[in-house]
C-alpha cells in the first residue's frame, strides 16, 4: 500500500502483520456470509461501538487466536470522548434532515 494514498475516508499510516492462514477463498466468502448475516450485519454497524475495527478483531481472534493492536481497538473509545463527537450525537436528528 502507497501511504500517500487515501484509502477509504483516511489516509493509510501503519500496515500491521497479523499472520497468514490457509482458508480457501470459497470457504473464507461462506463465513464472511454468515458474519454479514449475523453478527456483522448492516443493521448492526455503530461506527463507535461495532465498526470495522471490531470486525477485524472478530476476525484475528477467529483465524489467529488473539486481538488486534490495543491502540487500534482504543480508537473509537477516544472518539467517545472527544466533544465534537458528542454533540454530533446529541444532535444526529439535525444531521439526518
Known sequence: MDKNVMYGTGAFIEK???GRHKTEKKEFEEFL????????????????????N?????LSNHFFK?????????????????????????NKSQFNQ
Do not use: Q
Open 16 to 18: 500491521i502483520y497479523m
Open 33 to 52: 456470509n454468515v458474519l454479514n448475516e449475523s453478527l456483522f450485519s448492516h443493521d448492526k454497524y455503530h461506527v463507535l461501538n461495532h465498526n470495522c
Open 54 to 58: 471490531h470486525f477485524t478483531n472478530f
Open 66 to 90: 488473539r486481538d488486534i493492536p490495543k491502540k487500534i481497538l482504543e480508537l473509537a473509545e477516544k472518539g467517545k470522548d472527544s466533544k465534537i463527537v458528542g454533540f454530533i450525537f446529541n
